[in-house]
Nanobody, 124 residues
């Protein structure tokens, strides 16, 4: 499966963005899809996921501002980000995997498929 992340950009603090992760080659059906982000000089960190059962775990610091959702008809997963702040500046990656168990869904190693990422830059 090939993943294409899009929707990033240069925005101001307080703005909102919706990132998209479109899949080609196979359906997201039965897969867990996640978003990770990597800030300049930092490690790639888990942001949110949507699993086969529709569960949506989030990284604690983004709860209430980030919302992950999936459109099965479009085979696309979205990440709505509200009230952006400069600490959200990062490259955002989407990832997908089959058979991802709940205890592993926050780990990058659980995902076999990765998109190239989309840059989000938030100015203060």
């Amino acid at each position: 499966v090939q993943l294409q992340a899009s929707g990033g950009g240069l925005v101001q603090a307080g703005d909102s963005l919706r990132l998209s992760c479109a899949a080609s080659g196979r359906s997201f059906s039965g897969m867990t899809v996640a978003w990770f982000r990597q800030a300049p000089g930092g490690e790639r960190r888990f942001v949110a996921a949507i699993n086969r059962s529709g569960g949506t775990p989030y990284e604690e610091t983004v709860k209430g501002r980030f919302t992950i959702s999936k459109d099965n008809r479009k085979n696309t997963v979205y990440l709505q980000i509200n009230n952006l702040n400069p600490e959200d500046t990062a490259v955002y990656y989407c990832a997908a995997g089959s058979g991802v168990i709940i205890s592993s869904q926050r780990r990058s190693s659980a995902y076999a498929y990765w998109g190239l990422g989309t840059q989000v830059t938030v100015s203060s």
